[in-house]
C-alpha cells in the first residue's frame, strides 16, 4: 500500500510534471532539428530583422529603441515601436550565446515550448488545484500542429509568444469573478499587449463578452474594483509600448502590412483537413482534442459548471464567427480586411477554451485513480504522437526546397537554411519591405533599401550605411537639399549631425530625412534619436504598475503563508 502511495505521489507531483515537460520540450522539436535545416517561414525574414535590430541596439547601449538603426536596411523605420518587442529579449541573449543559427532556431522553439507548458499548468493549477487536468489542458493546448504553424512554418513570433499567456487571462478572469483575484488576469493580458497588437485586441474582445455573460456578478463592489485594478495596473504596465504606438500612429500616417487576400471564413473540408490529416498549412483551425473538448461538452452540458458552460457558449460564438456562416465577404471591403487579415485569427480563443473543456470532462469521467493515470499516460502518447506526425509532414514538404545559398538576394520563400552563410544572407538581404512606413514614404521604397540620397529631383547619390545611424557619402558638387535614405516620423526627437556638427533635420513631402548645403567631398552624417519626455513619462508608469503588480504578489504570498 505505501509503495502505491509512493508511486502516485511521484507521478502526481510537481517536479515529475516538470521534467516531463522539459522531456516533452525537447521532443516537440527533435524531429525538425535532426533534419539540420531551418525552414525559412513566411515572417521569418521580418522577426529575424526585428531579433538582431534589438541585438545591435542593446549591444550599443539602447535598451529599447524607437526606430530600426540598424536592420531593415538601417531605414530608422519604426517597426521596432509599433511591434511589441518584450518577447525578443531572451532571444537576444540567446543568440549571443548560440553561435549556430540551426542550435538557436530550435532551442528557441524548445525554450517556447517548455516555458507555454509551464505557463498552462500553474494558470490551470491556481484555478483547479487539480494536477491531472492542468497536466492535460497544458498539454493538449501547447504540443500541437497549430503551435508548429505559429513558431516554425509561420514563424509568427508575436502571436505564438502571445499564446504562451492565454490561459493566464481565460483562468484569471475567471479567479476575479470567483474570488476578486485581479493580478493573473492583469498579468496575462499585459504581456499578450506587449507580445501582439491584434491578439490583445481578439482577446479583449474575449473578455468583454466574458464580462457581458457574468454582468450581474459585477454589481459587488469588490468585484467591480478588483477588475478596475486590473485594468488600471494593465495600462500603467503597457505604457512603456503604448505610448510609443499611440504617439507614432497619431502623428503619421503609417503605412500597415498590406493585405492580398479578402477575409474568409474556413470551410468545413479546411476544418476538417486541420483536425485529421494533421496538415500544417494557413487554415489551421483546432484539433483533434479540442473537437473532442466541443463534443464533449456538448454531450455533458448538463453537467457542466457555470463557467464551463459560458466557455462552452463562448467558444461555440468564436466557432461560428470562423466559419462561412459568417459573412466575411461584407468585411473584406472594410478597413477590417487588412488588420485582421485571417479570420481563423481568432480561433486562438475556442483553443484554449476547448482543450481546457476537454481535459476537465476527460477527468471527470475517469473519477478514480487507476482510470485517471491511465487516460493521462494515453492523452499523453496521443499527444506526442500526433505532433510528431505534424513534425513530419513539415519536413516531408520541405525537403527537396533550395538552401537559401542557392537562390538570387530576394528569393526567400520556399527555401530552406542550413548554415550560419544562410542566416547572414537572410540578414543582409536586399528584400525590400514597407511596413510600417510614413505611407508618404512607400514610393521611395527602392531609393530607401538601396541607400541612394536624392537631390535634385531624381539625382542620387550612393550611401553606405554603417549602423548606429551613421552614413558615409561622397558628392561631387554642393548640394542646397539632400535627402538621405532614413524615414522621418513626427512626434520623435532626432538630433543629426554633419561631419560632427549639429544641423537641422526636417522631412521631405517623402517623409525622408532631409538637410541643407552640403558642400563637396566625403561627408559623415549620424542621426541620433533622443527619448522624449513622453517616452521617459511612459516607462516611469511601467515601473509604477510594475511595483504595484509585485507588491500584489507579495502581499498574497505572505498572507498565504501567514507571515
Same mark, same amino acid.
Given at each position: ?80 515601436? *509599433? ?38 499548468? %500553474? ?79 481578439? %482577446? ?7 464580462? #457581458? ?13 478588483? *477588475? ?45 483537413? #486541420? ?54 465577404? %461584407?468585411? #473584406? ?6 488588420? *485582421? ?13 476547448? @482543450? ?28 506526442? *504522437? ?32 542550413? @548554415? ?19 505611407? @508618404? ?123
Amino acid at each position: 500500500m505505501n509503495s502505491k502511495t509512493n508511486v502516485h505521489n511521484i507521478w502526481c507531483s510537481h517536479t515529475f510534471i516538470i521534467l516531463m515537460f522539459i522531456v516533452m520540450s525537447v521532443i516537440s522539436a527533435a524531429f525538425m532539428w535532426h533534419a539540420h535545416y531551418v525552414y525559412l517561414g513566411d515572417d521569418l525574414y521580418f522577426h529575424i530583422q526585428r531579433i538582431y535590430d534589438l541585438r545591435a541596439s542593446i549591444l550599443n547601449g539602447n535598451w529599447n529603441p524607437l526606430v530600426s538603426l540598424n536592420r531593415f536596411h538601417q531605414t530608422g523605420s519604426a517597426v521596432m515601436s *509599433l511591434y511589441p518587442k518584450i518577447n525578443l529579449y531572451p532571444m537576444v541573449l540567446l543568440s549571443i550565446v548560440c553561435k549556430t543559427f540551426l542550435h538557436f532556431y530550435y532551442i528557441t522553439f524548445i525554450l517556447r515550448n517548455f516555458f507555454a507548458l509551464v505557463v498552462a499548468y %500553474v494558470a490551470s493549477y491556481c484555478y483547479t488545484h487539480r494536477k491531472n487536468v492542468s497536466f492535460i489542458f497544458s498539454i493538449t493546448y501547447v504540443l500541437t500542429a497549430i503551435e508548429i504553424f505559429n513558431g516554425i512554418k509561420s514563424y509568427d513570433l508575436g502571436r505564438s509568444s502571445s499564446l504562451i499567456f492565454l490561459p493566464l487571462v481565460m483562468f484569471g478572469f475567471m479567479e476575479l469573478v470567483r474570488r476578486n483575484r485581479w493580478v493573473e488576469l492583469t498579468t496575462g493580458m499585459s504581456l499578450i499587449i506587449l507580445c501582439h497588437v491584434l491578439n490583445s485586441v481578439i %482577446v479583449a474582445l474575449f473578455l468583454l463578452v466574458f464580462a #457581458a455573460i457574468n454582468f450581474r456578478k459585477f454589481r459587488d463592489t469588490k468585484k467591480l474594483l478588483a *477588475l478596475g485594478k486590473a485594468i488600471i495596473t494593465t495600462v500603467l504596465l503597457t505604457s512603456s509600448f503604448v505610448f510609443s504606438f499611440f504617439i507614432f500612429m497619431a502623428h503619421n500616417s503609417i503605412a500597415l502590412p498590406p493585405s492580398f487576400w479578402l477575409l474568409g471564413g474556413t470551410s468545413l473540408d479546411s476544418l476538417s483537413s #486541420a483536425i485529421f490529416e494533421n496538415v500544417i498549412n494557413v487554415n489551421y483551425s483546432i484539433t483533434l482534442a479540442m473537437l473532442l473538448g466541443l463534443i464533449l461538452g456538448i454531450v455533458y452540458y448538463k453537467k457542466l459548471s457555470t463557467s464551463l458552460k459560458q466557455l462552452l457558449w463562448i467558444s461555440g460564438g468564436f466557432m461560428i464567427l470562423c466559419s462561412n456562416l459568417f459573412p466575411w465577404s %461584407v468585411l #473584406a471591403q472594410t478597413g477590417l480586411n487588412n488588420s *485582421l487579415q485571417f479570420s481563423w485569427r481568432l480561433y486562438i480563443i475556442p483553443e484554449v477554451i476547448l @482543450s481546457y473543456l476537454f481535459a476537465e470532462i476527460i477527468m471527470g469521467i475517469c473519477k478514480n485513480t487507476k482510470k485517471s493515470n491511465v487516460a493521462v499516460i494515453v492523452i499523453t502518447l496521443s499527444t506526442l *504522437l500526433i505532433q510528431i506526425g505534424a513534425q513530419d509532414n513539415l519536413m516531408n514538404s520541405s525537403k527537396n526546397y533550395l538552401s537559401l545559398n542557392s537562390v538570387n538576394n530576394t528569393g526567400i520563400q520556399n527555401v530552406n537554411i542550413s @548554415s550560419n552563410y544562410s542566416i547572414d544572407k537572410l540578414i543582409y538581404n536586399k528584400k525590400a519591405i514597407s511596413d510600417y512606413f510614413p505611407t @508618404s514614404a512607400v514610393s521611395s521604397l527602392n531609393n530607401i533599401s538601396n541607400h541612394w540620397a536624392t537631390y535634385d529631383k531624381n539625382k542620387k547619390i550612393k550611401v553606405r550605411s554603417k549602423g548606429n545611424g551613421r552614413f558615409i557619402f561622397t558628392n561631387k558638387k554642393s548640394i542646397k537639399k539632400l535627402s538621405l535614405p532614413f524615414l522621418y516620423y513626427h512626434g520623435i526627437n532626432y538630433q543629426v549631425k554633419l561631419d560632427g556638427k549639429t544641423v537641422k533635420g526636417y522631412p521631405n513631402k517623402n517623409a525622408l530625412m532631409t538637410i541643407n548645403n552640403v558642400r563637396k567631398g566625403k561627408h559623415h552624417v549620424q542621426i541620433i534619436v533622443h527619448k522624449t519626455k513622453a517616452e521617459i513619462a511612459s516607462y516611469i508608469l511601467s515601473l509604477i504598475g510594475l511595483l504595484i503588480l509585485l507588491g500584489t504578489i507579495l502581499k498574497n504570498f505572505l498572507k498565504k503563508c501567514k507571515i
